[in-house]
């Protein structure tokens, strides 16, 4: 079973994608991100590299876009002229139905033929900015929905390879010709199998929309401006792997709940009872057990489940390395080479499980224990391609090296996921000393007085640590039934095993934190 977990807060979405009670997926989406996979921009060239056969375009990033020649796709003229007449309103010309299409260039064309200085180019970003890199881009541009896939510009149908029955490939092929647009292509995607005509058609007419509003937003542009954005990303995540496997989908945000919920009800109305929204006192990722995953499987060494064995994860510019360590795990009824297999068969499954979690991208070296005998290598290949055969990133897999060592490639189009799990002692701020634990519930009630006598702050909330928590609890009249008669309305209190021992946080009425 799956469920979708999304804790939001002021500076960021994060989404927890759990399968079987275990956490798979961790999406973090900055809520002033400006360049998220799949955003269409309206942007201006500012350098043209002819040694590359590239291009650096101005989107609005630190850093510009690299645009190579073969990015720019084969109707770049079409889009071009396109990109103009809606710039200048010029309506008659934004149906792209009466636009003639041809190849406009082999794979040893020049991008100076197609592309000048200053000009602005309408741009998909298909990367984000990564460490010192701005976003990759294209020009090919395409709308994925949940059946289909909206490429303008193109008059090719291409069905799933996944959809192996041929009766229903040459269904879905005639059911698109009959209600695509001309000029716009359609990638079949694997769940439209079985789908009706009026499901492929509502989707169809959705993505379609979403080029009719760039043409809209278009008028009277001037790069760089965005000009269309992608959806929230667990609307996103949602629209490709929704299916009958998925339990609930919870948030603690009323706006991140009604879009969901919406969306569910348009594409799976039958579902819509599997969006929640949460609103306990814990806090969203304690209580389905999300802190405690994300805090054990992030790090530098990453325990294996079973016996002692372990991971050490290390990251350099070039790749990542990956190491298999056995620790004190030992079977002693068993020969050692035995026990490697079976020590390197359960590192497989962690090995898939990090790059999937931490979303690593590019090379990956695994350094497993060596192995003498070649039956047992090539079981641990098979198993390491088996391990990953959920990943939804593209990915290959090479057997083992004559040192034994796997590589991997995995798709990277978004920064790594990392999660800082060391954390510096809050309370001493790393210098080892701290203050006697007994003045802090008097620390706590200067900052009740100073709130409300100074700052005039009412109907606030405090959260702590659960060892001060109980503290708290266990002299209720000395502290909460205290501060009521004082002032005149109850102050309540939470814990959260985020905190620090001694750490504690304000809460406004809206749940904001109250800066002191």
């Known amino acids: 079973m799956k469920e979708l977990i999304i804790d939001s807060a002021s500076a960021e979405v994060v989404i927890a994608l759990i399968e079987n009670k275990q956490l798979v997926e961790l999406h973090r989406e900055k809520n002033d991100a400006k360049h998220v996979v799949g955003d269409v921009f309206l942007g201006r060239i500012k350098k043209i590299m002819p040694g590359l056969n590239a291009a650096f375009v101005d989107v609005g990033s630190e850093k510009e876009g690299f645009l190579h020649c ?3 796709g084969q109707q770049i003229k079409a889009l071009n002229r396109f990109t103009n007449c809606a710039i200048n309103g010029d309506k008659q010309q934004l149906d792209i139905s009466d636009y003639k299409l041809t190849e406009e260039f082999s794979k040893t064309a020049k991008i100076t033929s197609f592309i000048k200085q200053n000009q602005q180019i309408l741009v998909q970003v298909v990367k984000e900015p990564i460490s010192t ?4 881009i294209n020009s090919e541009l395409s709308f994925p929905g949940r059946f289909l896939v909206l490429i303008p510009f193109s008059n090719k149908i291409s069905v799933s390879q996944k959809i192996k029955s041929n009766e229903e490939r040459r269904r879905l092929r005639s059911l698109i010709t009959s209600i695509r647009p001309k000029n716009f292509g359609v990638i079949v995607r694997t769940v439209a199998e079985g789908q009706s005509i009026a499901d492929l058609d ?7 929309s979403k080029w009719e509003q760039i043409s809209k937003n278009l008028h009277n542009a001037v790069a760089p401006v965005k000009v269309y954005g992608e959806s929230i990303k667990s609307v996103s995540i949602l629209r490709d792997i929704l ?3 998925f339990s609930q989908v919870v948030t603690n945000d009323v706006k991140i709940y009604d879009e969901i919920k919406n969306y569910v009800s348009k594409v799976a109305g039958d579902k819509r009872d599997i969006v929640k929204l949460h609103k306990g006192k814990e806090h969203i990722f304690d209580a389905y057990g999300i802190s405690r995953q994300i805090k054990s499987s992030f790090g530098r060494v990453v325990p294996i489940q079973r016996g002692g064995a372990y991971l050490i994860i290390e990251h350099t510019e070039a790749l990542h390395v990956i190491d298999v360590n056995s620790g004190h795990r030992v079977n002693s009824e068993q020969t050692q080479e035995q026990n490697a297999f079976d020590v390197n068969k359960e590192a497989a499954i962690e090995v898939a499980h990090q790059l999937r979690l931490r979303d690593i991208g590019g090379i990956v070296v695994v350094d497993f224990i060596d192995q003498r005998e070649s039956g047992n290598r090539k079981a641990l290949y098979e198993a390491m391609v088996d ?3 959920n990943d939804p990133a593209r990915h290959t897999i090479l057997p083992p090296s004559k040192f ?7 798709q990277r189009v978004r920064p790594q996921t990392e999660v800082n799990v060391i954390e510096t002692c809050p309370t001493c701020g790393g210098t080892g000393e701290v203050k006697p634990t007994i003045l802090t519930a008097d620390e706590i009630q200067k900052n009740i007085e100073y709130l409300v006598e100074d700052q005039n702050e009412k109907k606030f909330s405090i959260i702590m640590h659960p060892y001060v928590y109980s503290y708290f609890r266990r002299f209720p ?7 009521y008669f004082k002032y005149g309305w109850k102050i309540n209190i939470y814990e959260s095993e985020s905190l620090g021992l001694l750490e504690y946080r304000f809460l406004n009425k809206d749940g904001e934190e109250i800066q002191l």
């Open 243 to 245: 299916n009958d496997d």
């Open 387 to 389: 391990a990953m055969k």
């Open 202 to 208: 509502s989707d169809l007419r959705s993505l379609f």
């Open 477 to 483: 009249f000395k502290y909460k039934w205290k501060w």
């Open 133 to 136: 890199k701005g976003p990759r």
């Open 70 to 72: 073969l990015d720019l």
């Open 404 to 410: 034994g060592l796997i590589q991997i490639t995995r």
